[in-house]
């Protein structure tokens, strides 16, 4: 990143809990160039005058949804090549963190708070593409990640 330019952030997740959370971590890039990228048009009304971008909704049982959820996020995130991801989750996330890894970008990954018993599927195939890898539950911090930081509920 190049003096006096601010930091390029994709701030990433798929619908509903994801979304809130999200949004709720928006102080952390208050100072930042951020592009909002998620499944649901509705939800640029929740991010005013900000750089607002719509993928497709997508789950494991769908492979070819997530073939075109994985373009589409490739298509952002080569095109913005943000300096930092964070995301979320879920597929949308997994997808950014994976492709802005490749291209250099930081990556963090903030798993659901839904995810009480244990880190979700999706935070687990994450894992070694994330610089930062999060839990919002005590109790599922480990030495070797993910880490507890707080929540964001």
């Known amino acids: 990143m190049s003096a006096g330019r601010r930091p390029r952030v994709l701030a990433i997740s798929s619908g509903g809990g994801h979304w809130v959370q999200l949004l709720r971590l928006r102080a952390a890039w208050a100072d930042a160039d951020v592009t909002y990228v998620t499944v649901s048009r509705a939800y640029a009304s ?7 971008r719509v ?81 919002q539950w005590p109790h599922l911090a480990r030495p070797d990640g993910p880490r507890f930081l707080g929540s964001a509920l």
Request: glycine share 8%.
């Open 55 to 135: 993928v497709a909704d997508a789950t494991r049982w769908n492979k070819l949804g997530l073939l075109r959820l994985a373009l589409q996020v490739a298509r952002i995130v080569l095109t913005l090549r943000p300096d930092v991801v964070v995301s979320t989750g879920a597929a949308p996330g997994y997808f950014a963190i994976r492709l802005g890894k490749w291209i250099g970008s930081r990556t963090v990954w903030i798993d659901s708070i839904a995810n009480v018993e244990q880190m979700s599927m999706t935070g687990e195939l994450v894992r070694p593409h994330a610089d930062l890898w999060l839990t």
């Open 46 to 52: 929740q991010v005013p005058g900000s750089r607002f």
